[in-house]
């Protein structure tokens, strides 16, 4: 399974759009890239996926390089809401056919 | 539909007591999951069922039991609960295909062993 790295916390105000940025060297052929938001006393929500190129929806847009060692999820226009924990997700462990949760980037978004 | 249903929501345990944490899900999901949250951590996997019939150990199963009841019902008990178990506990379901990374998670039962 691939390892990610993601920033710890990042902080933005309301209205700029925010980039978090994920590497994952070790991405595997067959792998698909996904997010996940958090809210405190929340599960986790899937945001959005991509295998390459650019994906956008109604919530984000990703954006994902040729060699696909990284990948950025853009928030445009960032409110009050948005502060959140957001995990960057390389592909799934077919041994458990699960999903492998790193410690992921704190969101904080001030007035 | 609820997605994903779990209960307690709540529960403060004493020290060797004994609970089950019971999860429901109306997606017709053949996989379901048990994690565990620590506070300012990420999601660690106890214990997944890929099917019905079948459950496996995550990351950190020790101190857990599971029974999936049937395609819809995964429950985990904690046959003696310690104060390292003091968590919030998630339950997922996935379609479970290979490239398919959407899941779903209930709201989480905050356990704390006193």
């Known amino acids: 399974l691939a390892k990610t790295t993601q920033p710890i916390s990042m902080d933005s105000y309301e209205g700029q759009e925010v980039n978090i940025t994920c590497s994952h060297n070790?991405?595997?052929?067959?792998?698909?890239i996904t997010w996940y938001q958090q809210f405190p006393s929340q599960g986790p929500r899937f945001i959005i996926q991509?295998?390459?190129t650019k994906v956008t929806n109604e919530v984000a847009s990703l954006f994902i390089p040729a060699d696909r060692k990284s990948s950025t999820l853009s928030l445009p226009r960032v409110s009050l809401s948005d502060t959140a924990v957001y995990y960057c997700?390389?592909?799934?462990?077919?041994?458990?056919?699960?999903?492998?949760f790193g410690s992921g980037t704190r969101l904080q978004v001030q007035p | 539909n609820a997605g994903v249903t779990q209960n307690p929501k709540f529960q403060v345990l004493k020290t060797g007591q004994s609970m089950t944490l019971q999860c429901a899900q109306d997606?017709?999901?053949?996989?379901m999951y048990w994690y565990r949250q620590d506070p300012g951590m990420g999601l660690r996997l106890i214990y997944y069922?890929?099917?019905?019939?079948?459950?496996d150990k995550g990351e950190v199963p020790n101190g857990y039991n599971v029974s999936r009841l049937n395609k819809r019902e995964f429950s985990l008990r904690l046959e003696s609960a310690a104060p390292s178990q003091t968590s919030v506990y998630f339950c997922?379901?996935?379609?479970?295909?290979?490239?398919?990374?959407?899941?779903?998670f209930g709201q989480g039962t905050r356990l704390t062993v006193v």
């Open positions: 997922a379901t996935r379609r479970g295909t290979e490239t398919n990374t959407e899941a779903f």
């Open positions: 070790n991405i595997a052929t067959n792998d698909y």
């Open positions: 991509g295998y390459k």
């Open positions: 997700l390389v592909g799934v462990d077919t041994g458990r056919r699960a999903l492998t």
């Open positions: 997606m017709n999901h053949n996989s």
């Open positions: 069922s890929a099917s019905e019939g079948t459950t």
